[in-house]
């Protein structure tokens, strides 16, 4: 599907969001048929919520032994196509700043690990879940920044979110938010984030836009890495 800017006149890419995925094939092709150029879909299955195992990854992680499968196999499709047609979601109950010790250190692992495998399908990028709100990020930018030192070359776009709400799960009982603090600054958010990873070339902005956007809402982002 070409698309084209109206001021600029570059093309733009269009893609399609799944927040299930249980069989690849029959999606891709039905992207392709509707004439968007890739989808965007979770690379583990929700069930497969886990620490790893692997000492230089994260040493203090609690280990979680499991004996199925981490997710689907890397062969359902082929190089080309991951690396142009699939990008992937980082699993949403990662919460790599939570007050929680134990969710903390699994997060940060669980994080580092399907980074790692998706940079060994070679997509171009991943999808994070969006930070948290009412806390600093630093464990999150340092997961972060360690995977993009780790695997050279992958794009990780942080999932913001441009409305009204808090900027995460309204249910992690780890942030304390009212409805007024939920239209705070989250520009303020993603700049800590920016500034925690040194402005790394290789960390984007997906933004979420609400349908009523507030009018001037996207000035602020115009010099930002905006995917």
């Avoid at 032994?65 to 890397?74: A, I, M, Q």
């Avoid at 969006?130 to 695997?151: D, M, T, W, Y």
Wanted: aromatic share 6%; charged share 20%; net charge negative.
């Amino acid at each position: 599907m070409v698309v084209t800017h109206r001021e600029t006149g570059e093309q733009i890419c269009v893609g399609l969001e799944v927040q299930a995925l249980p069989s690849i094939r029959p999606k891709m092709e039905a992207v392709e048929a509707i004439g968007a150029d890739f989808v965007v879909g979770p690379l583990v299955h929700p069930r497969y919520e886990r620490g790893v195992s692997e000492p230089d990854v994260c040493s203090d992680a609690p280990k979680i032994e499991r004996n199925d499968p981490f997710t689907r196999s890397d062969m359902e499709l082929s190089s080309s196509e991951w690396s142009s047609g699939f990008i992937g979601k980082i699993s949403p109950w990662i919460r790599c700043d939570s007050s929680n010790r134990r969710l903390s250190l699994m997060s940060e692992a669980a994080l580092m690990q399907e980074i790692a495998f998706a940079k060994h399908l070679g997509l171009r990028a991943v999808l994070t879940p969006p930070i948290n709100r009412g806390c600093s990020g630093a464990n999150f930018a340092r997961a972060l920044l360690s995977s993009l030192s780790l695997h050279p070359g992958m794009n990780i776009w942080v999932r913001v979110p441009l409305e009204s709400s808090v900027a995460g799960n309204p249910d992690d009982s780890d942030v304390s938010y009212s409805r007024e603090e939920g239209t705070s600054d989250v520009w303020g958010d993603w700049n800590r984030l920016s500034t925690l990873c040194d402005g790394h070339p290789s960390l984007g902005i997906a933004l979420e836009l609400p349908a009523n956007l507030p009018k001037h809402a996207l000035e602020r982002w115009n010099g930002e890495p905006v995917c």
